[in-house]
C-alpha cells in the first residue's frame, strides 16, 4: 500500500467554523507532512511530524493546529480561517523524514467564505 | 543560497512529440533531485529522484533526467509525450531537516 489519504475532498466553512482535514498512511512511514498550495503555485510546507512529534512549524498562524494522535494519522484543526486560507492543503509522508522520498495525498480543497 | 529555477512557466508540445523541461538548482553539496508531477486538482506524484550515481535516472511514465553537476541542471525529458501528460510539473530539492524546495513549476500543455 503505498498510499496517502486525505479526507475530506472538498471542504467549505465560514470564517467563524471550527472544522478538521484528515490524513491517513499505512506504509509505516515515521515522517508526515502538511502543505498548503495556492492556485498555480509550488505547495509550501506548513507542518513537519517526525515519530509523532511535532519537528517543523514554518511560522504557521495559530488558526491552524496540527495534531498527530499516531504513526498512521495526521491532523489538522482549523479555526477561525481567514478567505486567504482557501488553498489545496496537502499531506504527505515518508519513511524517517530527512532526504526520504515524500508520498502526497490527492489533497483537500478548502474554500473560506 | 538555496534555490530551484524552473525558467519556463508554459510548455505546449505535439502529441508525439519530444519533451524536455528544464530544471536549474543553486546547492552547496551534491544535491538530493525530485520531479514530482500533479495533475489539476489533485497531489503530487513522484516521478523521478536522483541521490547519487548515474547521472541519468529514469522514472516512471517514460521519463528520465540527466542530473549534469557542471550546469546546475537537472532536465526532464521524454521522448514521445501523449494527451494524459498534461500537467503540472515541479523540480524539488532537498535542502535540510525534512524540507524540500520546490522549483514555481512548468504547466506542460499538449497538442492535438
Known amino acids: 500500500d503505498t498510499e496517502v489519504t486525505q479526507t475530506p475532498k472538498h471542504l467549505v466553512m465560514g470564517m467563524t467554523n471550527k472544522k478538521s482535514l484528515k490524513c491517513e498512511q499505512h506504509?509505516?512511514?515515521?515522517?508526515m507532512y502538511w502543505y498548503k498550495q495556492k492556485a498555480k503555485k509550488p505547495p509550501e510546507l506548513m507542518f513537519v511530524?517526525?515519530?509523532?512529534?511535532?519537528?517543523i512549524n514554518e511560522s504557521v498562524p495559530s488558526r491552524f493546529s496540527p495534531e498527530c494522535p499516531n504513526s498512521s494519522l495526521l491532523n489538522l484543526h482549523l479555526h477561525a480561517l481567514q478567505p486567504e486560507d482557501s488553498a489545496l492543503y496537502l499531506c504527505?509522508?515518508?519513511?524517517?523524514?530527512?532526504?526520504?522520498?515524500?508520498?502526497f495525498g490527492p489533497g483537500t480543497r478548502l474554500t473560506v467564505l | 543560497a538555496q534555490s530551484v529555477t524552473q525558467p519556463d512557466i508554459h510548455i505546449t508540445v505535439s502529441e508525439g512529440a519530444s519533451l524536455e523541461l528544464r530544471c536549474n538548482y543553486s546547492?552547496?553539496?551534491?544535491?538530493?533531485l525530485f520531479w514530482y508531477v500533479q495533475s489539476p486538482g489533485q497531489g503530487l506524484q513522484l516521478l523521478l529522484k536522483?541521490?547519487?550515481?548515474?547521472?541519468l535516472v529514469q522514472g516512471i511514465k517514460g521519463f528520465e533526467a540527466e542530473f549534469k553537476r557542471s550546469q546546475s541542471s537537472f532536465n526532464l525529458r521524454k521522448p514521445s509525450v501523449h494527451w494524459s501528460d498534461a500537467a503540472e510539473y515541479f523540480c524539488a530539492l532537498y535542502s535540510s531537516a525534512s524540507k524540500i524546495i520546490f522549483g514555481s513549476g512548468t504547466r506542460l500543455s499538449i497538442r492535438p
Open positions: 504527505a509522508s515518508s519513511l524517517t523524514g530527512g532526504a526520504d522520498t515524500q508520498y
Open positions: 511530524y517526525s515519530y509523532e512529534k511535532l519537528s
Open positions: 506504509m509505516g512511514h515515521r515522517a
Open positions: 536522483y541521490f547519487s550515481g548515474d547521472t
Open positions: 546547492y552547496g553539496a551534491t544535491p538530493y
